[in-house]
Protein backbone atom coordinates (compact mmCIF):
# COMPACT_ATOMS: atom_id res chain seq x y z
CA UNK A 1 0.00 0.00 0.00
CA UNK A 2 3.05 2.45 0.97
CA UNK A 3 4.40 1.63 -2.78
CA UNK A 4 0.93 2.47 -3.83
CA UNK A 5 0.60 5.74 -2.39
CA UNK A 6 4.24 6.85 -3.44
CA UNK A 7 2.95 6.06 -6.97
CA UNK A 8 -0.37 7.97 -6.83
CA UNK A 9 1.22 11.06 -5.47
CA UNK A 10 3.54 10.74 -8.15
CA UNK A 11 1.10 10.78 -10.67
CA UNK A 12 -0.21 13.58 -9.32
CA UNK A 13 3.22 15.70 -9.04
CA UNK A 14 3.22 14.39 -12.74
CA UNK A 15 -0.34 15.46 -13.78
CA UNK A 16 0.22 19.07 -12.15
CA UNK A 17 3.71 19.80 -14.56
CA UNK A 18 1.24 18.50 -17.17
CA UNK A 19 -1.66 21.03 -16.45
CA UNK A 20 0.63 23.75 -16.01
CA UNK A 21 2.54 23.11 -19.45
CA UNK A 22 -0.93 23.12 -20.73
CA UNK A 23 -1.75 26.67 -19.94
CA UNK A 24 1.12 27.71 -20.39
CA UNK A 25 1.03 26.89 -23.94
CA UNK A 26 -2.41 28.08 -24.57
CA UNK A 27 -1.27 31.23 -23.26
CA UNK A 28 1.34 31.45 -25.81
CA UNK A 29 -0.13 29.85 -28.76
CA UNK A 30 -0.20 31.29 -32.05
CA UNK A 31 -4.13 30.87 -32.33
CA UNK A 32 -4.56 34.10 -28.98
CA UNK A 33 -2.85 36.02 -31.68
CA UNK A 34 -5.67 35.66 -34.23
CA UNK A 35 -8.68 36.41 -31.61
CA UNK A 36 -9.88 39.54 -30.38
CA UNK A 37 -8.66 41.51 -27.92
CA UNK A 38 -11.18 41.12 -25.43
CA UNK A 39 -11.17 37.36 -26.08
CA UNK A 40 -7.62 37.30 -25.57
CA UNK A 41 -7.83 39.03 -22.11
CA UNK A 42 -10.26 37.05 -21.25
CA UNK A 43 -8.84 33.85 -21.99
CA UNK A 44 -5.49 35.43 -20.16
CA UNK A 45 -7.63 36.03 -17.28
CA UNK A 46 -8.95 32.52 -17.04
CA UNK A 47 -5.68 31.02 -17.61
CA UNK A 48 -4.02 33.11 -14.77
CA UNK A 49 -6.56 31.92 -12.99
CA UNK A 50 -6.25 28.24 -13.61
CA UNK A 51 -2.32 28.89 -12.93
CA UNK A 52 -2.61 30.54 -9.74
CA UNK A 53 -5.16 27.62 -8.82
CA UNK A 54 -2.66 24.54 -10.08
CA UNK A 55 0.39 26.25 -8.41
CA UNK A 56 -1.98 25.99 -5.18
CA UNK A 57 -1.43 22.32 -5.30
CA UNK A 58 1.49 20.73 -3.14
CA UNK A 59 2.59 17.15 -3.31
CA UNK A 60 5.63 15.83 -2.74
CA UNK A 61 6.99 12.50 -2.30
CA UNK A 62 10.66 12.44 -0.56
CA UNK A 63 13.26 9.94 -1.80
CA UNK A 64 15.74 8.85 0.58
CA UNK A 65 19.17 8.78 -0.90
CA UNK A 66 22.62 8.03 0.49
CA UNK A 67 25.31 10.94 0.36
CA UNK A 68 26.69 10.17 -2.83
CA UNK A 69 22.78 9.41 -4.55
CA UNK A 70 22.52 13.36 -2.91
CA UNK A 71 25.68 14.70 -4.58
CA UNK A 72 24.89 12.71 -7.99
CA UNK A 73 21.69 14.49 -8.13
CA UNK A 74 23.14 17.89 -7.09
CA UNK A 75 25.79 17.38 -9.71
CA UNK A 76 23.14 16.42 -12.74
CA UNK A 77 21.15 19.51 -11.71
CA UNK A 78 24.02 21.70 -11.62
CA UNK A 79 24.23 20.20 -15.01
CA UNK A 80 21.04 20.82 -16.51
CA UNK A 81 20.21 24.16 -14.80
CA UNK A 82 24.21 25.59 -16.89
CA UNK A 83 22.13 24.43 -20.07
CA UNK A 84 19.07 25.84 -19.67
CA UNK A 85 21.21 29.41 -18.38
CA UNK A 86 22.33 29.68 -21.95
CA UNK A 87 18.85 29.10 -23.71
CA UNK A 88 19.21 32.67 -24.94
CA UNK A 89 22.73 32.84 -26.19
CA UNK A 90 22.52 30.14 -28.16
CA UNK A 91 19.55 28.07 -28.14
CA UNK A 92 20.66 25.65 -31.20
CA UNK A 93 23.62 24.09 -28.64
CA UNK A 94 21.67 24.35 -26.21
CA UNK A 95 19.09 22.05 -27.52
CA UNK A 96 21.43 19.69 -28.92
CA UNK A 97 23.35 19.08 -25.72
CA UNK A 98 20.10 19.03 -23.92
CA UNK A 99 19.45 16.15 -26.34
CA UNK A 100 22.69 14.37 -25.39
CA UNK A 101 21.88 14.62 -21.65
CA UNK A 102 18.32 13.42 -22.65
CA UNK A 103 20.52 10.43 -24.74
CA UNK A 104 22.42 9.87 -21.36
CA UNK A 105 18.91 9.47 -19.56
CA UNK A 106 17.29 6.96 -22.04
CA UNK A 107 17.49 2.92 -22.26
CA UNK A 108 16.92 3.14 -26.22
CA UNK A 109 19.73 3.29 -28.73
CA UNK A 110 19.50 7.68 -29.05
CA UNK A 111 19.39 8.99 -32.02
CA UNK A 112 22.10 11.41 -31.72
CA UNK A 113 25.28 11.24 -29.49
CA UNK A 114 25.50 10.41 -25.44
CA UNK A 115 27.05 12.96 -22.81
CA UNK A 116 28.58 9.71 -21.47
CA UNK A 117 29.64 12.23 -18.31
CA UNK A 118 26.46 12.58 -17.37
CA UNK A 119 25.32 9.32 -17.90
CA UNK A 120 27.53 8.15 -15.40
CA UNK A 121 26.01 10.89 -12.89
CA UNK A 122 22.57 10.11 -13.63
CA UNK A 123 23.60 6.28 -12.61
CA UNK A 124 24.81 7.70 -9.43
CA UNK A 125 21.53 8.94 -8.89
CA UNK A 126 18.58 7.05 -6.91
CA UNK A 127 15.57 5.58 -9.63
CA UNK A 128 13.40 7.96 -9.03
CA UNK A 129 15.82 10.48 -9.28
CA UNK A 130 16.67 9.59 -12.80
CA UNK A 131 13.15 8.97 -13.54
CA UNK A 132 12.87 12.71 -12.52
CA UNK A 133 16.02 14.16 -14.29
CA UNK A 134 14.94 12.18 -17.41
CA UNK A 135 11.00 14.36 -17.17
CA UNK A 136 12.62 17.29 -16.79
CA UNK A 137 14.53 17.03 -19.79
CA UNK A 138 11.19 16.06 -21.67
CA UNK A 139 9.87 18.98 -20.75
CA UNK A 140 12.66 21.72 -21.49
CA UNK A 141 13.05 20.03 -24.99
CA UNK A 142 9.12 20.07 -25.28
CA UNK A 143 9.23 23.46 -24.55
CA UNK A 144 12.29 24.30 -26.19
CA UNK A 145 9.85 22.38 -29.88
CA UNK A 146 7.32 24.51 -29.17
CA UNK A 147 8.98 27.94 -29.03
CA UNK A 148 10.67 26.64 -32.23
CA UNK A 149 7.52 26.61 -34.16
CA UNK A 150 5.99 29.57 -32.68
CA UNK A 151 9.19 31.46 -33.81
CA UNK A 152 8.62 29.87 -37.11
CA UNK A 153 5.22 30.51 -37.56
CA UNK A 154 5.98 34.24 -36.49
CA UNK A 155 8.64 34.41 -39.19
CA UNK A 156 5.95 33.22 -41.35
CA UNK A 157 3.52 34.93 -41.06
CA UNK A 158 5.43 38.36 -40.57
CA UNK A 159 7.25 36.77 -44.19
CA UNK A 160 3.57 36.68 -45.54
CA UNK A 161 2.87 39.92 -44.41
CA UNK A 162 5.87 41.42 -45.50
CA UNK A 163 5.08 39.83 -48.91
CA UNK A 164 1.64 41.10 -49.28
CA UNK A 165 2.92 44.45 -48.61
CA UNK A 166 5.80 44.27 -51.57
CA UNK A 167 2.96 42.98 -54.02
CA UNK A 168 0.75 45.64 -52.92
CA UNK A 169 3.60 47.93 -53.63
CA UNK A 170 4.32 46.41 -56.94
CA UNK A 171 0.66 46.42 -58.03
CA UNK A 172 0.45 50.48 -57.19
CA UNK A 173 2.95 51.20 -59.49
CA UNK A 174 2.01 49.17 -62.33
Known amino acids: MVEALREAATAVEQEKEILLEMIHSVQNSQDMRQISDGEREELNLTANRLMGRTLTVEVSVETIRNPQQQESLK ?8 VVSKFLDDLGNAKSHLMSLYSACSSEVPPGPVDQKFQSIVIGCALEDQKKIKRRLETLLRNIENSDKAIRLLEHSKGAASKTL ?9
Open 75 to 82: HATRIIDE
Open 166 to 174: QQNAENRFN
